[in-house]
């Protein structure tokens, strides 16, 4: 029968004791989840980020898995990427960078938001007010989230969104494109500026930067402007 030394019992004993300290320590109502800091959202509401990373108040800080919550995170379209930290004793940050929705295109059972290249961010029964304009003059069937838009005419006036900046794009309120060779834009204010051709609608980049700057800081109210012509455009006031 071997005997454990007095000394190395001792230290054995030590050590278990310490470890207890620490798991209880770990667990105590100190690092009880009170804080949840979210940046970098716009089109997503802090409570939609809440649910999405399901990080709830009242959770152990220790027991939060970071890489489990960036992994639930990715797991939805609308967030590109997102970097999430303890902060002790008692807040969690999380930073996301979303996949922004472009336009709103009606669908046979309400509303969806595309993004580039096409892809259904999100669909909702009715029409939502969020900083994007909608495509009028077309619908689309049986597209759900994740699904890519084919329409080609959708995807032309896609590709001209994705090329402006953000403060033109936001003042845009609707792109009806009834008739495709002569394609309507109405921004916020009303202004109405016909851009002619849906496949010329890449060279109206600057025009429509421009109409913006004027509709926004302009001293006069515009009636409508004449875009169909490349390279040039006309005012009536």
Same mark, same amino acid.
């Given at each position: ?24 320590f ?8 009170k ?9 997503l ?8 990373s399901?990080?709830n ?21 609308? #967030? /590109? &990427?997102?970097?999430?930290?303890? @902060? ?5 940050? *999380?930073? !996301? #960078? /979303? &996949?922004?929705?472009?336009?709103? @295109? ?5 509303? *969806?938001? !595309?993004g ?5 961010l ?7 007010? *969020?900083? !994007?304009?909608i495509?009028?003059?077309v619908?689309?069937?049986d597209l ?31 792109i ?7 394609v ?54």
């Amino acid at each position: 029968r071997k005997i454990i030394p007095k000394r190395a019992l001792v230290g054995l004993l030590c050590v278990v004791g310490i470890f207890l300290i620490i798991i209880a320590f770990a667990l105590s109502p100190v690092f009880v989840l009170k804080n949840i800091k979210i940046s970098g959202n716009y089109f997503l509401t802090d409570e939609e980020v809440c649910r999405i990373s399901g990080v709830n108040p009242g959770e152990n800080l220790f027991q939060i898995e970071i890489d489990d919550v960036i992994q639930t995170m990715s797991k939805d379209i609308r #967030v /590109e &990427r997102a970097i999430v930290k303890r @902060v002790f004793p008692s807040t969690i940050e *999380i930073q !996301v #960078v /979303e &996949r922004p929705p472009l336009a709103l @295109v009606q669908c046979n059972y309400g509303f *969806i938001e !595309v993004g580039t290249e096409g892809m259904v961010l999100a669909a909702h029964r009715n029409l939502l007010d *969020i900083p !994007v304009p909608i495509i009028t003059g077309v619908t689309v069937d049986d597209l759900f989230v994740g699904d890519t838009v084919e329409n080609p005419h959708i995807n032309l006036v896609l590709n001209f969104l994705a090329q402006l900046d953000w403060e033109t794009s936001k003042n845009l309120s609707e792109i009806n494109i009834t008739a495709p060779d002569n394609v309507m834009v109405y921004m916020k204010g009303p202004v109405q500026i016909k851009m002619g051709a849906i496949n010329s609608l890449d060279k109206k980049i600057d025009i429509t930067k421009s109409v913006s700057r004027e509709v926004q800081h302009g001293k006069h109210r515009l009636d409508y402007v004449d875009a169909r012509f490349d390279g040039t455009y006309s005012i009536k006031l």
